[in-house]
């Protein structure tokens, strides 16, 4: 969500009038994310947010945005992207990047999220996974174990000898439990993988929406579900397990979607994939960055710390 392209009013008011969706009253860039381009378009019809997108395809964004749309229809609240009144596309083009422009949820992010908030997040995740069902198209997580492997020889010559062989010994231990019986069993579908706090809306302790779908993916239900416990229910200064807010989640979550065998058998190593994918793609950004104005990078090192905290102290399902 940094701001790599600068949009000016003008491309601003052109986009908004192909939409229909009023004159434009302001054009804020937005902070925080590093991977596409954010602004706040505040309309006289409303609030939206504009993204271009900085590294995603045009042929690569319709499964983002269809799904967006297939789980609003389903009733899932997430920001359904927004059309041209003349063609019905919801990929436009703005500054020579794909762009998408929807509508901006009501509420704000819990950064310091209780046990309430952990299982209102746990049972939409399940509604999430279900509704997804149905949506046809298929796209797999651009940021799942082959790109792992990929880019850990990237980012090895940048660590230490400790962390590099942490990272080295999860990566082979991830591709062992890939090529498993059990993970061959696990459910899967479209998945959000980034559902962070940041990227959650409350008003108060209801639930008011989920956005920035721009990491999903068709992958498993269970690494969904773990990339949520890694953020949702550990302390973030140790890296540690919270067990009253992993068991809101968890049991929010089966209360929707009960957890099959498999599932329950590699939680424990979902919970280090997920903290292993995040480690690995901050590493990147933080030592292979990229410019751009208001770009902040996040500390690689808050991962590697989940990580040896799943390793040191797996988590035991009741």
């Given at each position: 969500m940094a701001v790599f392209t600068e949009v000016s009013d003008n491309e601003a008011r052109e986009l908004l009038r192909r939409m229909q969706l009023g004159d434009l009253q302001s054009l804020r860039g937005?902070?925080?994310?590093?991977?596409?381009?954010?602004y706040f378009l505040t309309t006289d019809q409303g609030e939206w947010v504009l993204t271009l997108?900085?590294?995603?395809?045009?042929?690569?964004?319709?499964?983002?945005?269809h799904l967006m749309k297939h789980l609003a229809h389903a009733g899932i609240p997430v920001p359904e992207?927004?059309?041209?009144?003349?063609?019905?596309?919801?990929?436009?083009?703005?500054?020579g990047k794909p762009a998408a422009v929807v509508q901006k949820l009501s509420g704000r992010s819990q950064l310091a999220p209780a046990a309430v908030h952990c299982a209102a997040v746990g049972a939409m995740?399940?509604?999430?996974?279900?509704a997804g069902r149905s949506y046809e198209r298929s796209q797999p997580n651009l940021r799942g174990l082959p790109w792992w492997n990929e880019t850990?020889?990237?980012v090895l010559p940048h660590l230490d000898p400790a962390a590099a062989?942490?990272?080295?010994?999860?990566?082979a231990y991830q591709n062992h439990i890939a090529a498993s019986s059990a993970y061959a069993a696990l459910p899967r579908g479209p998945v959000h993988a980034d559902l962070f706090r940041d990227n959650v809306m409350f008003d108060g302790e209801q639930l008011t929406g989920?956005?920035?779908f721009y990491f999903a993916g068709v992958d498993t239900w269970l690494f969904d579900l773990a990339v949520c416990l890694n953020d949702w229910s550990i302390d973030l200064a140790s890296g540690a397990h919270d067990a009253e807010r992993a068991r809101a989640m968890l049991a929010a979550y089966q209360g929707v979607r009960p957890l099959t065998a498999a599932e329950?058998?590699?939680l424990c190593a979902m919970l280090r994939a997920g903290a292993l994918r995040f480690w690995i793609s901050r590493l990147w950004d933080f030592h292979l960055p990229r410019e751009a104005s208001m770009l902040k990078a996040h500390d690689p090192t808050h991962f590697e710390r989940v990580l040896r905290q799943r390793i040191a102290h797996p988590l035991r399902l009741d």
């Open positions: 937005i902070e925080g994310g590093i991977e596409n381009t954010n997108f900085e590294r995603l395809s045009a042929e690569q964004l319709p499964f983002y945005l992207p927004q059309a041209d009144r003349n063609s019905g596309d919801i990929l436009h083009q703005v500054c995740l399940a509604r999430m996974h279900l850990a020889p990237i062989g942490l990272l080295r010994s999860e990566l989920f956005f920035d329950r058998e590699l």
